[in-house]
């Protein structure tokens, strides 16, 4: 504790007398100090005993000690010493009045105690608590650093709720409450994501406050790690400003949460080198080789079914956007992933982060190895860490409009295949592949595989380099036809959708079967292709397809 006026009255050997303001002697003192200007209130910071003997006052006038008194607590100033037996042999009347008006304690100061005694009382007093201050530091750093090395993380924080006499909390990259102390506090953490999120957006390190005396308590937020952005966050809320003592617990804490930030990184490059040399086992065919590499890093990832799941970062103008005929309906992206979709200039850093963080908030297992200019991920099926990649490409098409309008040059295209075992773990990497293709022909931001087997082949067609090929291969009829000398085209078309039943095509056009067969030997004589060919039915049927959709 500071020294407060009551502790300087209550010094033996200053002998000081409260004539006024006896009802605020709990001040604290911050300093002490001697005026006899008439107008001190320009050199003072607020927080001090004056000292004065009035030997430039009038302190028998009423209204010059109204006015002086009034500008001393207007300036912050905490008590007024009057020194009695120099100029005035006891405290004037007006300013013991003007004293009790506005509430200034005034001590009287006996002839025989030197102002300097109560400067040294006061800075004595300061510094023992400085102290003891920084001696209850010391202590709850070593206790901070005990329990963050026996108990982690959550030890760390009851600590410090203990150390501050309120609670702490602390939140992940994406918001989440990862841990809190006491349990109690899980409510009031969980109401401050949106004040940490905003934290995350401002360059490390970085803090705020939250709350004040119209709230249930006062919340400070820091940032913790060494990046430009913040890898996590601590709240500590108590019910008044932090103290010295527990300013010390609070820096203590935040140094030793980022140096466990910071060394989980390095745990964390060390897990994805393993990890990428587990993903090249299993799609080189080797699960049992994979098993004893991953040991029990991956726990039973791969044991369970998984999905893979290969994410790009691509620009803008190369996705190429045709429309979807039969798009699934889209998942409603949660507040988390909305805020997790400011990707910061790093899409697949960013994925990464999302599905890390929800399989560590749900105890899962999940492989995310950094691949080039690719990211894959593979997460146990029907888990949170494929949901939060379900709702991470929500938000991400969500936001598109904005991401246009504010001239973004990368976004991200996410394919996922479906459920498999680790000895099919090389068909669904192909899987994902071919979903992350369609995404990015599509102009989707996340294709599923299972979408593409219960769709249809047709809209895969809307490519340039088909329709090249299928305008080039039907030039020819389409040429012919021009002249007025048949309707070879619909013909074929009739004909390949009857199968090659002559009367059922015929029917349909309206013409006998005879002039449906010499128009087919046309048709064979002009492209120089036999229709007993399979293979050529089904590129003349993918042709009319592909020239039909423009």
């Known amino acids: 504790m500071p020294p407060t006026l009551a502790s300087l009255v209550h010094h033996s050997a200053l002998k000081l007398t409260v004539r006024a303001g006896e009802d605020r002697l709990d001040l604290p003192v911050r300093w002490a100090h001697v005026s006899e200007l008439a107008d001190p209130v320009p050199y003072m910071e607020g927080g001090e005993l004056l000292l004065i003997t009035a030997l430039k006052l009038d ?130 953490a969980a109401r401050l994501t949106e004040d940490v999120r905003r934290l995350r957006e401002r360059t490390a390190p970085a803090s705020s406050v939250v709350g004040g005396p119209d709230h249930e308590d006062r919340v400070e937020l820091h940032s913790l790690g060494t990046g430009r952005r913040p890898r996590a966050a601590l709240a500590v809320g108590t019910a008044a400003a932090l103290g010295t003592a527990e300013r010390y617990a609070v820096h203590s804490a935040i140094a030793l949460l980022t140096l466990t930030t910071e060394r989980s990184r390095s745990l964390h490059a060390a897990e994805q080198r393993i ?53 699934p309906a889209p998942a409603r992206p949660s507040a988390a992933a909305l805020a997790a979709a400011d990707t910061g200039g790093d899409p697949l850093g960013a994925l990464a982060e999302v599905v890390e963080s929800a399989a560590a908030r749900a105890g899962e297992a999940v492989l995310v190895v950094p691949d080039g200019e690719r990211l894959v991920v593979l997460a146990g099926d029907g888990g949170a860490a494929v949901a939060a990649c379900g709702e991470y490409a929500a938000a991400l098409e969500a936001g598109r409009p904005e991401q246009a309008a504010a001239g973004d040059e990368d976004e991200l295209v996410l394919g996922m295949s479906g459920p498999a075992g680790p000895i099919a773990a090389s068909a669904a990497y192909k899987q994902a592949e071919q979903a992350l293709s369609v995404a990015r022909r599509r102009g989707r931001v996340l294709v599923e595989h299972e979408q593409l087997a219960a769709g249809s082949v047709l809209p895969l067609l809307a490519d340039d380099a088909v329709r090249a090929f299928a305008d080039g291969l039907l030039r020819a009829l389409y040429e012919h036809d021009a002249t007025g000398r048949g309707d070879l085209v619909k013909s074929l078309r009739a004909w390949l959708s009857r199968h090659g039943q002559w009367d059922a095509a015929a029917a349909d056009l309206g013409v006998h079967r005879h002039t449906l067969r010499y128009r087919m030997r046309r048709v064979e004589e002009i492209l120089g292709r036999s229709l007993d060919d399979a293979d050529v039915r089904m590129e003349l049927w993918l042709a009319l397809k592909a020239t039909s959709t423009e």
């Open 275 to 327: 990890g990428a040399a587990v993903l090249r086992m299993l799609l080189a065919g080797e699960p049992d080789h994979a098993r004893a590499v991953a040991g029990d890093l991956y726990g039973g990832l791969l044991d369970a079914p998984f999905r893979v799941v290969v994410a790009e970062s691509v620009s803008v103008s190369s996705v190429r956007v045709h429309p979807d005929p039969h798009p």
């Open 59 to 188: 302190a028998e006038d009423p209204e010059a000690m109204r006015r002086y008194v009034k500008r001393l607590v207007e300036a912050g100033v905490v008590g007024l010493g009057f020194a009695v037996g120099v100029n005035y042999e006891e405290i004037p009347g007006a300013l013991v009045e003007a004293a009790r008006k506005e509430g200034l304690p005034l001590l009287e100061v006996p002839r025989r105690t030197p102002f300097l005694a109560i400067s040294k009382a006061v800075s004595a007093a300061i510094a023992a608590d400085q102290y003891r201050a920084v001696t209850a530091g010391f202590a709850a750093q070593r206790e901070l650093t005990r329990q963050a090395l026996n108990s982690g993380p959550e030890g760390l924080l009851a600590a410090l709720a203990a150390q501050v006499d309120g609670w702490a909390a602390l939140y992940d990259a994406s918001g989440a409450v990862v841990a809190t102390a006491p349990e109690w506090a899980v409510r009031r």
